[in-house]
């Protein structure tokens, strides 16, 4: 068996050294909060927040929320595990479920004004595709004539669902980013179709030397686009027809890209995950 890995292995914190230190928020004026997407690190600290500050107004692209419902349920055994008893108080399925009912969604360019309670000042903002998974969202802010970016998880080029992101095409005042490979020259990163040769030539490597391939990925937006590639391929005869076999939370967010194929920037619209041969 050959382990073919998307990501790199990173140490990663866990219970309560990962959330955040909302204390910074304390005594300061907040109104709303706006989720660039649904991925653990962006998402799973939002039930918390909104225990200490239940005013607080929730937006988010409509697919984030749909994921949401789904992740926040399912993180919620995971926190159990990683969160000693009595260290801090888990979130229930009831919170969820009411959590879920209070975000207000909002589509891609789209703009709307977050209101205030603490000034009359008024704010518009506007949600970007980011092209990273399905529902991510840059996150622009105007006011006052100035205009502040931030960017979220973003991918430029295209992937096999995704077609990636559709940047502001205004100058902007204040960019916020984040990035995976910001120390890394961009000619060592490899084009997506490069990717998809080199990848589909090892596993038929290892199937045709009678061996299993086994893809570590993440179960929302990884998986996704790993289900698509492999398919694809196969159906153009580039890689060895043999069963796929998946499982856990993805098969469930497979769904949410199939309801959501014709809404957003997708290639392969007629693609639909679920109908993809899978066994568990």
Not at 127 to 138: K, M, P, R, T
Not at 171 to 184: F, Q, S, V
Not at 215 to 237: D, R, Y
Request: with cysteine; glycine share 6%.
């Amino acid at each position: 068996m050959v382990s073919y890995s998307t990501a790199e292995c990173i140490l990663k914190k866990t219970g309560l050294d990962s959330l955040p230190k909302f204390d910074l928020l304390n005594d300061k004026p907040t109104d709303n909060v706006l989720i660039s997407h649904a991925h653990q690190d962006h998402l799973n600290a939002l039930p918390f927040l909104i225990k200490k500050f239940p005013h607080l107004k929730i937006i988010t692209t409509p697919q984030t929320r749909a994921i949401a419902e789904l992740t926040l349920h399912n993180a919620i055994s995971i926190l159990n595990r990683q969160v000693n008893e009595g260290e801090i108080e888990i979130y229930s399925h009831d919170e969820v479920d009411l959590l879920i009912k209070s975000i207000n969604y909002k589509s891609y360019n789209e703009i709307f004004s977050l209101s205030s309670l603490n000034s009359n000042q008024e704010i518009e903002a506007e949600f970007f595709d980011a092209g990273h998974i399905l529902g991510s969202a840059g996150i622009m802010l105007r006011f006052d004539g100035i205009k502040i970016f931030f960017t979220g998880d973003i991918n430029l080029s295209s992937q096999s669902l995704l077609s990636g992101a559709h940047l502001p095409r205004e100058k902007i005042d204040i960019l916020i980013t984040e990035t995976t490979y910001g120390a890394t020259d961009t000619t060592l990163i490899n084009y997506w179709k490069n990717e998809i040769e080199r990848f589909s030539h090892s596993i038929n490597k290892v199937i045709n030397n009678g061996g299993s391939v086994l893809i570590p990925v993440f179960a929302l937006g990884k998986l996704q686009e790993m289900i698509a590639t492999i398919w694809l391929q196969m159906q153009s005869n580039k890689i060895t027809n043999v069963d796929v076999y998946t499982g856990g939370i993805g098969n469930k967010i497979n769904r949410i890209y199939d309801y959501n194929r014709y809404s957003i920037n997708r290639n392969e619209k007629d693609l639909i995950l679920s109908d993809i041969p899978q066994k568990n």
